[in-house]
């Protein structure tokens, strides 16, 4: 039996229950998961080790949560076209000319939100320490001739969306999208979730245990499928997160370290219509055309249907990840998830480091989501 530490409401002990089954079956080393509800926390939880030498998981342990760091890109992107510095409907060059190059001039920005620029990976295949040069991943980005029609089909931009996010909003804001985030989402919610970490803080990072594979092995595909090519675009481990570089590298598509009360603190926000304890990240209504569905094509990287809104996952009739209709989610790379609810202003947020095979979520997320709308229902009663 693992000791799991925090507090709970207790009518969602069941979400607790979960959390502790999912040590049990031995797929967990150290995790945490939390819930909010109209924007206070009902579940704040962790549990088992920091590393695999047996140092704890503690309160303050923060993780890399890969591709959940998506949210916080795209919430950022949000709030620039809520203050009208962006207009998704407008092509990418019109903040980033150099984009226009080799049939780009129409890729739009919300082709960038929604995976369907046909830049789903870098033109040539790219090192470690290549990624962490922003400028350099921007300017291949720029010259990069699309891998098919833009604007025609989904392609999961596992690692560029970031690149061009980031470039986008640098362009018109002039920070980078690490600083935009910090400045003016972290710090004013008081989240300790971070793109680009301090190295003052590179000790509360808990250790991840891979799963045997590159993120270039998950997808079985043809060698010049575009599968193929984007994810050995860039080729990664999940060793990487214990290096000082990538720690400090602002990679807004998989690079964030936080935790899920971080998570769910800046997602309440989103839940909550865009405000949450005085602090306003953007208008109600941007969020409703977040929540639009822009595409349901298979993806050509995932190979799967996914329904894509602005930025985000969205609930689908053949996908419902919850019960509600207005859903916006994400998961990361070994497991990590973090999801918003407008109908029910609820969030749940998870994140661990052993991590599962898959792209897009596992069992241990999907166990703990069922569980905290179990709880919902019971406690409506």
Known sequence: MVLVSGSYEEAFSVVRDAFEANFDSGEELGASVAVTLHGKNVVDLWAGNRTVTGDPWLEDTIVNVYSTTKTMASICMLMLADRNLIDFSAPVAKYWPEFAANGKEEVLVRHVMTHQT?????????????????????????????WWKPGTAPGYHALTQGTMQAEILQRVDGRTLGTFFREEVAEPLGADFHIGLPGSEGPRVAEMDPPGRGVDE???????????????????????????????????????????????????????????????????????????????????????????????????????LSPSEKTLYWFGWGGSLGVMDISERLTISYSMNRMAAGLVGDSRAFNLIAATYAALEKRRV
């Open 218 to 320: 998950m997808i079985e595909a043809e060698p010049e499928s575009v599968a193929s090519k984007t994810l050995k675009s860039c080729v990664i481990d999940g060793s990487e997160p214990a290096t000082p570089k990538w720690q400090k590298a602002e990679i807004p598509a998989a690079g964030g370290i936080g935790n899920a009360r971080s998570i769910s603190r800046i997602h309440s926000a989103i839940a909550c219509g865009g405000s949450i304890d005085g602090v306003k990240l953007m208008e109600p209504a941007t969020i409703e055309d977040a929540l639009l569905r822009r595409t349901f094509d298979r993806d050509l990287v995932l190979g799967m249907s996914v329904p894509y809104g602005t930025g985000f996952g969205i609930n689908h009739e053949h996908a419902p």
């Open 118 to 146: 046909g830049c789903s990976g870098f033109p040539r295949v790219i090192t470690v320490d290549e990624l962490y040069d922003h400028d350099l991943c921007a300017a291949l980005l720029a010259e990069m001739t699309p």
